[in-house]
Structures are given as C-alpha cells and as structure tokens.
C-alpha cells in the first residue's frame, strides 16, 4: 500500500485506523464468553495472542503478563490508578505528543491536568452549547440530506462529531474544511501505531509529518486568541487563562495539551454513532419506542457503550508485586483488562448478551472507568443525542435499506460499523 501525506483526508484516515484495530477474523465475543467462564484471570497476553491489534505501549514495553475477563477484576484494575499505572503510554502513544498527553499521566500530574481541562467537558459546560450542536447538526447536515430519501449514514456520522468538537476546542467555525484537514492529520497518529513493520514505516512517516502540521495549526489559533484576550469559553482559551503547576500555559503547552486530546476528538463518536444506528435499526419495535419518547435515548446510546464498546480492553502496568484472582503479577508487568469481556458478565449484568435498554443501571466501561474514564463522554452523549433527535425528526420511516449490504459492528479494538445505509420517506 501507499499513502501520500498529500492524499490524506479523513476518510483515508479513518479507515486506515480501523484496519489497524480490525485484527484476526474471530467472534471476539465469544472467544470472551469462553474465557470468561473457563480462564477469567488469563496468564500471558490475550490480544498478542488472538486479536492481532496493537495497545497503547511501545513495541519495545513487554507482553502482558495477564489478561482479565471478570468486571470485578477489570473495574478494580481501573479503579486503581496507583497500583496499576499508565505512565508507560508516554513512550507508546504519547511519543507523538512529546509525552504531554492525559492517558499517560499518573498521580499528581494527572490530577492537576485533568482538574485543568475537566471544565470545558463537564455537563453543566456542555449543556450550554446543546442549542448550537443542535443547530449545527440539523441545519449543516441533517436538512441538506432530508430530500435525497436515502444515505449511508456513516457520510454524516464520520463528518458532524469533529465539527462540533472542534469548536468546542476553539477553532474558527468559519473554515469545516480545515477541520476536515486537521482531524485527518489526527487520525494518522492513531494510524502510525502498527505491529507490521512495513505499514509503521508508511504510517510512521505521516505521522510525523502530521504531528508538526497539527502543531503548527494549533499554535496559530492560539497565538491568535492570546492577542485577542482569550474571552471566550472554549477549550483553548481556558488554557490561556489557566494554571498549571502553580503558573500559567505557554503558547508550547497549550498546543500540546490540544494536540494530545484531537486524535479522539470525534473518532470515538463517530464509532458509537454506527454502532447505536445499527443496534437501533435491527429493532424496529424499539425504534418506534425511541421515536415516541426520546428521554429513552440517553438508555440507547449507555446499553450500546456496554453492549459494543468501542474500546474493548485498557492496558496497565503493575507498579509493585501484586495478586490477581489468585495469579501473581510481579512489578513493571502489563495488565490487560478485557472491557468487552467485563461488560458481558453475567454476575454484573442480567442476561448480559441481550440488548436491552430497559435494564437496571449499572456503570460499564465502555467509557473506561476510575481517574482515567473518557474526559469527553458527556461531550459525545450529548451530540449523539442531538443526533439521533434530528435524524429521528427528519427521516420519517427510517430504515435500513434492503438493497444494501446490512451494517456490520466489527473490529478487535476500536469497534463500530463501516456503513449504515438507510432509506426513508
């Protein structure tokens, strides 16, 4: 395969980070289920093993020393961000964020940075841009479609999570194609983390070339909102305004800072969009339920994070010796929490291979789980919700379309379905 840094758009980009996670062609639920039941502490490294995908460690950090399917034991690794860290990330994933990223910070330097960007994606911040992510998803993408009466869904769904996001962060709303560019050079940081030698070397080399490309785009907005004030509420500029570590964010920091959180800045969404529509679509009876009361999607879109969860397992390291269902995990191992697995237990959902939106509320993971859950989960319910509202008010009759091969939820790590096409009225 070959790739041009100048080829790249975010389509490109986004399929070549779902063919990086598509890993071995597998049932991985079921492959779980059997774990679950016969080997739920697993000596040695279950995904290496059979998925085939890469984690969020360097090449060089070592296997996983245990790999856990129960949701006790997985919400107990998450949970506790002392003893199971994820500092090593930094020379994974974080290498291309000069290790200035969140998911690879411990302790009190995490805490100080989550407490630093935490404002801007809470609930009661992002309720107030619900009207405008409303607007934007109706008027910019919904309506234009409406007259067409037929669409692969996945053509709005890759597209309205990073227009949003994006201006929530504090890019100028005037230019949707440099979103476009931007999220595109995002998504191949994600991309360049590959196990074949031959794809790391492609990608390896548009990640580097999109990591100083996004750097520099980012610097001029902020360099702008600096001479500007920083007024307003967005992302960018609360870092202007704020403090860190007892001192206020150079120009440097501050582009780090939304460098390191742009590569999920609507990939996620996008990926728990497709896979809400298909789950919904399969079940017309429910469909109609939704439709005619829509205080049941905040139900949907939690029973689908739990029932196919976009990230299905969270890596960690042992930072001291330490036991694990009755398996000893000695100190700098890596710990590999199975979150598809642990959101199928039966012994924390009823019937949990069924998906049912009616069942009683318990925290699943799909989200992740402890200091490290997604920062911008309420971000993201909030657009889906808005979302399927105006498809739901403007589509009427949705359905999927028979002439179509139907939407299929696939992928070892990073799930989601690569096209939902539907027909409507």
């Known amino acids: 395969m070959s790739l041009t840094f100048q080829e790249l758009d ?6 070549a980070v779902s063919d990086t996670y598509l890993g071995t062609d597998i049932d991985i639920h079921a492959l779980c289920r059997e774990k679950l039941l016969n080997e739920p502490v697993m000596q040695g490294d279950f ?34 961000a002392e003893t199971f860290t994820s500092g090593f990330i930094a020379e994974g994933m974080g290498a291309f964020f000069d290790g200035l990223i969140v998911l690879a ?30 607007r934007v998803i109706r008027e910019e993408f919904l309506l234009p479609m409406a007259p067409d009466k037929k669409a692969n869904l996945m053509d709005f769904g890759l597209y ?28 191949a940081l994600v991309a360049a983390n590959q196990i074949d030698p031959e794809k790391a070397r492609i990608f390896g080399a548009l990640a580097g070339q999109a990591v100083k490309s996004l750097y520099d785009a980012i610097k001029e907005v902020v360099v702008a909102k600096r001479a500007e004030g920083s007024q307003g509420t967005d992302l ?22 939304v460098r390191s959180l742009l590569p999920a800045a609507g990939e996620t ?44 397992f969270k890596v960690r390291q042992a930072s001291k ?11 700098g191992s890596m710990v590999q929490c199975m979150v598809i697995s642990a959101n199928r237990d039966e012994e924390a959902f009823d019937d949990p291979d069924v998906f049912d939106i009616d069942r009683k509320s318990r925290p699943s993971l799909g989200f992740g789980f402890g200091p490290h859950m997604c920062i911008g989960q309420f971000v993201a319910k909030v657009e889906l919700t808005c979302a399927i509202n105006g498809i739901l008010d403007l589509f009427p009759n949705l ?26 009225d």
Request: aromatic fraction near 8%; charge should be neutral; include cysteine.
């Open 236 to 257: 960018i500029s609360r870092l202007i305004n704020a403090e860190y570590e007892g001192r206020a964010l150079d120009d440097h920091e501050v582009t780090t800072f």
């Open 269 to 312: 969404t996008t990926r728990t969009f497709s896979s809400v529509m298909t789950l919904l679509l399969e079940r017309p009876e429910l469909q109609e339920r939704v439709r005619n009361d829509r205080k049941l999607i905040g139900k949907l879109i939690d029973e689908t994070v739990r029932y196919e969860p976009v990230s299905t």
């Open 10 to 15: 975010i389509e490109a980009a986004y399929h």
């Open 160 to 187: 309205f999570p990073i227009r949003v996001m994006y201006e929530l962060m504090g890019f100028p709303a005037d230019d949707p194609e440099k979103f476009k560019k931007y999220a595109s050079w995002a998504l």
């Open 399 to 424: 359905r999927l379309d028979p002439d179509m091969p139907a939407p299929k939820i696939a992928g070892a790590q990073l799930r989601g379905a690569k096209s939902v096409h539907v027909i409507w």
């Open 105 to 134: 910070m411990d302790g009190e330097q995490h805490r100080r940075t989550r407490a630093l960007l935490q404002p801007v994606f809470m609930p009661q911040t992002v309720d107030k841009w619900r009207p405008e992510i409303e």
């Open 321 to 331: 010796d330490v036991e694990i269902g009755g398996v000893m995990v000695p100190k």
């Open 47 to 80: 995904v290496d093993t059979y998925l085939k995908v890469p984690t969020n460690a360097s090449a060089k950090a070592p296997k996983c020393a245990v790999t856990l399917f129960k949701y006790k034991d997985v919400i107990a690794v998450l949970r506790d």
